[in-house]
T-cell receptor, first 116, second 111 residues
Framework: EAGVVQSPRYKIIEKKQPVAFWCNPI?????LYWYRQNLGQGPELLIR????????DSQLPKDRFSAERLKGVDSTLKIQPAELGDSAVYLC??????????????FGQGTRLTVV | GEDVEQSLFLSVREGDSSVINCTYT??????LYWYKQEPGAGLQLLTY?????DMKQDQRLTVLLNKKDKHLSLRIADTQTGDSAIYFC???????????FGSGTRLSIRP
């Protein structure tokens, strides 16, 4: 079974440009997460979806970041415009988050963004 | 508040045991995790423990939890070169809720 698939793996852009990341979760997983991992740090949650509903987006910088999960499957995370401080690895994860039968979150390999 | 702290580096000799320590602050945490991250790879869940347990053993891995002190440790027996990685301690209230990660401990293996 395929794991969480993210693309692209690497992205280099100039500051003030837009950028988008794509995530395909594990089939059947209704919960999807976007985390950001800065260099030398652990991942931090940006947004969590249950199906197509964003249930926790308190850490998402809404002035420049946006996310969507149409039809409750694939998700995209967008930054517009990008700033130098947005350079990080963006990780997508998914889990079969059903009350009373939660499963672990499986992580993709991430997209490494470099803003120059 | 929510915070997870762990030391940044650990160096051990091949064949010895490695012990990575972690402290957390959220007493409502139900799940405590150890993740492994190798260069260029995503996060791999190594093991987890429920907050009502004191110990969990899985082959070469032993997790100890002291809930009173909010202290979690991961022991890797017979450490091998393939164990070189960054190990993240993490916690969450449910498996589906957000996971709070520490900054990671880089484990290096000496021959």
């Amino acid at each position: 079974e395929a794991g969480v698939v993210q693309s692209p793996r690497y992205k280099i852009i100039e500051k003030k440009q837009p950028v988008a990341f794509w995530c395909n979760p594990i089939s059947g997983h209704n919960t999807l997460y976007w985390y950001r991992q800065n260099l030398g740090q652990g991942p931090e949650l940006l947004i969590r979806y249950e199906n197509e509903e964003a249930v926790d987006d308190s850490q998402l910088p809404k002035d420049r970041f946006s996310a969507e999960r149409l039809k409750g499957v694939d998700s995209t995370l967008k930054i517009q415009p990008a700033e130098l401080g947005d350079s990080a690895v963006y990780l997508c994860a998914s889990s079969h988050g059903v009350y009373g039968a939660d499963t672990e979150a499986f992580f993709g390999q991430g997209t490494r963004l470099t803003v120059v | 508040g929510e915070d997870v702290e762990q030391s940044l580096f650990l160096s051990v000799r091949e064949g010895d045991s490695s012990v990575i320590n972690c402290t957390y602050t959220d007493s409502s945490s139900t799940y405590l995790y150890w993740y492994k991250q190798e260069p260029g790879a995503g996060l791999q869940l190594l093991t987890y423990i429920f907050s009502n347990m004191d110990m969990k053993q899985d082959q070469r891995l032993t997790v100890l939890l002291n809930k009173k002190d909010k202290h979690l440790s991961l022991r890797i027996a017979d450490t091998q070169t393939g164990d070189s990685a960054i190990y993240f301690c993490a916690e969450s209230i449910t498996m589906a809720s957000k996971i709070i990660f520490g900054s990671g401990t880089r484990l290096s293996i000496r021959p």
